[in-house]
């Protein structure tokens, strides 16, 4: 039959769904026998409860679940015929009017929009690239040997400098009165290394054991602790003792303590290169497919369907609360959290999705059985028992969506740098690495 479908405004769709009486009547009435005979009632034995008591106990509650499945199937069944695509679900009304021996109801929904990608060739895209040097795999060696190193007391006379541990006792004040979290005892740190404000560091370093000294410290404004964050302390340490670090020589007994199977410096540089490079590839890729989405939202045309958005919005705001619940924040699923602090993003997220769903529709892109399974052994190379590892992803279908969906996102990003004005730009590994992916 011809569905009338009536445009409302942009993405905004209304279907007037009608329904014979006589089609309800009759399902509720099959409802209602078939709960006769189930239905436990005191004072009859089952299945022989009365059909007047079964209809005047459950016959509101089961028209009500007839009528939602009559107007579901009737909107389904409309909407495929009218060949449109749902997003979301619609709000579905009673109406008046209807003709003798019907019930009509309006439907009010939206459609997913006509996605436009303009020239893909007129897109300019940054793409970066890096390698691994020589000098990144020692500073690696030196972080492996500072997780492995080794402590001894230093004697009474020498100072505290950088690389030593230090155990120290500490009291601090703001305006003459102590502070939650400024005070500690046998507390250690590393000095140089940042564990502690740069003015803490730089009064402990010098210092001999048994000292104590008195400085003022200025805590950042961004400090964690909002209760300090912007105030002037003024601090009293005492070093009770100093350690000298230890560091273990690179040789074939550190190289072996690292897992390496023959144990020589060579191999345990070129496993480290071999990390390395894993990783490097991951965070080039990770930029490059950031940059060709952001072309690619720079470079489409569409409306956002509303109820897409909000429901993307609402799967944020349910992640955030769990997260709160996660970190043991009380009463985490009730915490109010404003829907615009993340609407930007859901919206975002929402035109980024079909954007990349009509690409990839478009130019099928679709990810291939064996290019999954490449990205899942690629991914796990890097543990120990590898086939463990490919066991897990292809043991849960959810797993393999993730990475479906990842192999999808480097599909359409090697198809867009295939088509846009690509400058090529070369960071170096430290840049790199210190960067979020």
Known sequence: MAVNVETLEKLERKITLTLPVSTIQSEVDARL??????????????????????????????????????????????ANEAKLRVAGQPTISEKDGAAEGEIAFDAVFEVYPEVVIKDLSE??????????????????????????????????????????????????????????????????????EGQMLKEFEDAVRGMKSGESKTFPLAFPEDYHGKDVAGKQADFLVTVKKIEAANLPEVNEAFAKSLGIADGTVEALQADIRKNLEREIKFRVLARNKNAVMDALINNAELDLPKASVQAEVGRMVEGARAD?????????????????????QAERRVRLGLVVAELVRANELHAKPEQIKSHIEELAASYEKPEDVVRWYYGDRNRLAEVEAVVIENNVTDFVLGKAKVTEKSLAFDELMGQQA
């Open 33 to 78: 026998r078939k709960l006769a005979r189930q239905v436990k009632i005191d004072g009859f034995r089952p299945g022989k409860v009365p059909m007047n008591i079964v209809a005047q106990r459950y016959g509101y509650s089961v028209q009500y679940e007839v009528v939602n499945d009559k107007v579901g199937e009737a909107f389904s069944q409309a």
């Open 123 to 192: 897109a300019e895209v940054e793409k970066i690239s890096a390698e691994v040097t020589d000098e990144a795999i020692e500073r690696t060696i030196e972080i492996l040997r500072k997780q492995r190193r080794t402590f001894a007391q230093r004697a009474q006379v020498d100072a505290a400098q950088d690389g030593d541990r230090v155990t120290v006792d500490f009291e601090g004040k703001i305006d003459g009165e102590p502070f939650q979290g400024g005070k500690a005892e046998d507390f250690q740190f590393l000095v140089g």
């Open 324 to 344: 709160l619940k996660q970190r043991g924040i009380k009463d985490a699923d009730k915490a109010p959290i404003p829907d615009d602090v993340f609407r930007p």
